[in-house]
């Protein structure tokens, strides 16, 4: 029987990925969604791109694009390097970059420009890595960067009375636009989380495995997750993105 399953922000740490994988016991059949932000952390990003490529050829994958991989874009193909993007594991994406060749590299680049700014399922779930702020919907954003660098929707989705109907007056609009909302980018660490969060519509699958949490993966049909290790127990003697600011 196939699956959907949705998977939080990676942050370069490939082991986990793997574990996570192994302990869904993901086959060819089931279609794997991923929130984006695959690089910027621990220490194998840009191996945890070639082996996403590679799962790409025996999986249905969507790949969405996240804050950190549109920074690790604008570095691979301009070469300049943004202090605020060095300082935010950029640092950690570089070195990894050292051993891939040229050729690899324009691979890896074309993997990046390919990734999309949010997936519209058959149906109406809407997965994007963090957000959007049109009332009417993500076709009509003004802005696309607010894709992958909002917190707006989650903080909104946050705050909102549990017992409120979605037919109310004072449900948001936006959350009323789709059946559900899977996000990344926002750690549920921050919390006190380390699993999946829904507030209203939206579900939080970022569990902070750049930080001291795990790597989520989550059938989105049956709600059942699974887990690698904490992410840090797996890249001893790597600090991650621990040493940031969440």
């Not at 691979?76 to 690899?104: C, F, H, N, P, R």
């Not at 790597?238 to 940031?244: C, T």
Request: hydrophobic content about 35%; aromatic content about 12%.
């Amino acid at each position: 029987m196939s699956r959907k399953l949705v998977i939080g922000d990676i942050h370069g740490g490939l082991r986990a990925l793997e574990q996570v994988l192994e302990r869904a016991e993901v086959t060819s059949s089931d279609t794997l969604i991923f929130l984006g932000d695959y690089v910027d952390g621990w220490s194998e990003a840009a191996q945890t791109i070639a082996y996403l490529m590679e799962l790409s050829k025996r999986n249905t994958c969507i790949f969405i694009l996240g804050n950190h991989d549109q920074l690790c874009r604008d570095w691979l193909s301009s070469g300049k390097v943004l202090s605020l993007w060095s300082q935010q594991g950029g640092e950690e994406t570089m070195a990894s970059y050292k051993a891939i060749s040229l050729e690899e590299k324009k691979e890896h680049l074309i993997f990046f420009e390919g990734l999309k700014p949010y997936y519209l399922d058959p149906e109406n779930r809407l997965f994007v890595h963090a957000g959007f702020t049109n009332m009417h919907g993500v076709a009509y954003e003004y802005f696309s960067k607010l894709f992958y660098w909002d917190r707006t929707l989650w903080e909104m989705a946050l705050s909102l009375d549990p017992g409120i109907s979605t037919t109310s007056d004072r449900f948001p609009k936006r959350l009323q636009l789709y059946k559900e909302i899977y996000i990344g980018h926002t750690p549920v660490t921050r919390i006190g989380k380390t699993v999946p969060v829904q507030a209203a519509s939206v579900w939080n699958i970022d569990t902070g495995a750049a930080f001291k949490g795990p790597l989520t993966a989550m059938d989105i049909d049956s709600r059942k997750i699974w887990q690698s290790d904490p992410v840090y127990t797996l890249y001893p003697g790597e600090k991650g993105r621990n040493k940031k600011p969440a």
